[in-house]
């Protein structure tokens, strides 16, 4: 298994700043994944970043409002920029490393925008 | 698109008791299934998954998964559930194209002693 390692685990946040979450794999990975989980609801993909190319981003999410880095196999960050309350979620990382098998996750953000 | 339904949002089970959450998902073609357990404060982690093979698959913590294809079904049970597995379960399916794990809304699962 991989362990992985996300901060910071909460955030409070003003309107209108930005945060990046960063997320560290104890092992190298080929891919990594960004969620969102809203209260009351499921987890929803946000992006998926892979090392060496631009981060693939679902429909209803944009690169302008959560860019994404992914310098190396074992890290990546997330950006939320330009926060409004709407953007108060869990923000969960998570890594595969053997082609969809088995995706591991990190404890997650708890953002709060105020 | 795939999708994933859980149908229970909430349960709540006296310990023994037997534990049976519905998960079912939407597409047709090769799907890998997974079901996920939070525990309070804790990461997501692992309970078990299905490839291929036997269609009833055994988890961690005695928890166990049948693949029934014609129902699209992969339902989570237990036969004699413990206070500790009061926790937050999600079924999770790959397959369809997409990359990342498609997930239910998740079933917050509560045992009382």
């Known amino acids: 298994s991989a362990v992985i390692s996300q901060k910071p685990s909460r955030d409070i946040c003003q309107r209108g700043t930005s945060l990046t979450i960063q997320c560290q794999v104890d092992?190298?990975?080929?891919?990594m994944f960004w969620y969102r989980q809203q209260p009351g609801q499921s987890l929803t993909l946000i992006a998926t970043?892979?090392?060496?190319?631009?981060?693939?981003?679902e429909s209803g999410f944009v690169i302008d409002k959560f860019p994404i880095s992914r310098p190396n196999l074992t890290f990546s960050t997330l950006t939320v920029s330009n926060m409004s309350p709407e953007d108060s979620s869990i923000y969960l990382c998570s890594a595969d490393r053997s082609g969809g098998t088995e995706a591991f996750f990190g404890q997650g953000t708890r953002l709060t925008v105020v | 698109a795939q999708s994933v339904s859980q149908h229970n949002h909430h349960v709540i089970l006296s310990e023994a008791a037997s534990l049976e959450l519905g998960c079912n998902y939407s597409y047709g073609g090769t799907v890998n299934l997974f079901w996920y357990v939070q525990y309070p404060g804790q990461h997501l982690q692992l309970l078990l998954k299905?490839?291929?093979?036997?269609?009833l698959v055994k988890g961690i913590k005695g928890f166990e998964a049948e693949f029934i294809k014609s129902k699209f079904s992969f339902n989570l049970r237990k036969p004699s559930v413990q206070w500790s597995d009061t926790a937050e379960y999600f079924c999770a399916a790959l397959g369809g194209g997409a990359d990342g794990l498609t997930f239910g809304k998740g079933t917050h699962l509560i045992i009382q002693p």
């Open positions: 299905y490839f291929s093979g036997d269609p």
């Open positions: 970043a892979n090392q060496g190319s631009e981060a693939t981003y």
């Open positions: 092992s190298q990975v080929t891919m």
